[in-house]
């Protein structure tokens, strides 16, 4: 019996690493499903990731269904793990506030069955943010996961923690979990 994994993937420009998971998730033959922010889409257009999960990509909470189903409920049903990566400061805060406004964030506080992970990606000035890790804090006594962002040179120059976690590692923590199902 086939897995199933949601991913959310938020405008960061770690972005274009969730293809990478993708596609290792796809050679495992797990069914990937991907919702996309709109700031996501900023960064790599929403038909890369169409052609790697070879599912239809979500990008909007009231664009007409492809098939009559109330998607953020349907997508949260059938996953059996949802895997934000990247995570940003903003999906972190939104959903550890209770906020949800957009197709990524409905679908995370609708996924009651599926463990949820997330996978920061920002700049370490951001991570290290009071704000943020009261966010972190509160996610993870609400029960929701993390895979700690890995330290190094990031896109804006910085150096220090808040890099996308190396992709070999979220694979193997979504394998692992998977298996636990």
């Not at 808040?162 to 199902?181: C, F, Q, S, W």
Request: hydrophobic content about 45%.
């Amino acid at each position: 019996m086939s897995k199933c994994v949601v991913i959310g993937v938020t405008g960061g420009i770690a972005v274009y690493k969730a293809l990478d998971i993708i596609s290792a998730l796809r050679k495992k033959d797990i069914e990937v499903h991907v919702i996309m922010t709109e700031s996501a889409t900023k960064f790599v257009n929403p038909l890369t990731f169409q052609s790697i999960s070879q599912n239809m990509v979500v990008t909007d909470m009231f664009a007409e269904p492809k098939a009559w189903e109330i998607q953020h409920i349907s997508l949260a049903q059938k996953a059996d793990l949802m895997l934000i990566a990247p995570a940003t400061a903003n999906i972190i805060g939104k959903v550890a506030n209770g906020i949800s406004d957009d197709m990524l964030s409905t679908t995370i506080m609708a996924a009651s069955k599926a463990k949820v992970i997330f996978a920061p990606a920002m700049n370490t000035q951001m991570y290290k943010n009071k704000i943020v890790q009261s966010n972190i804090e509160k996610l993870k006594n609400f029960g929701y996961d993390f895979i700690e962002p890995a330290s190094g040179r990031l896109a804006c120059g910085d150096v220090g923690v808040g890099k996308l976690a190396d992709v070999n590692t979220i694979v193997e923590r979504v394998l692992m979990e998977l298996e636990d199902k």
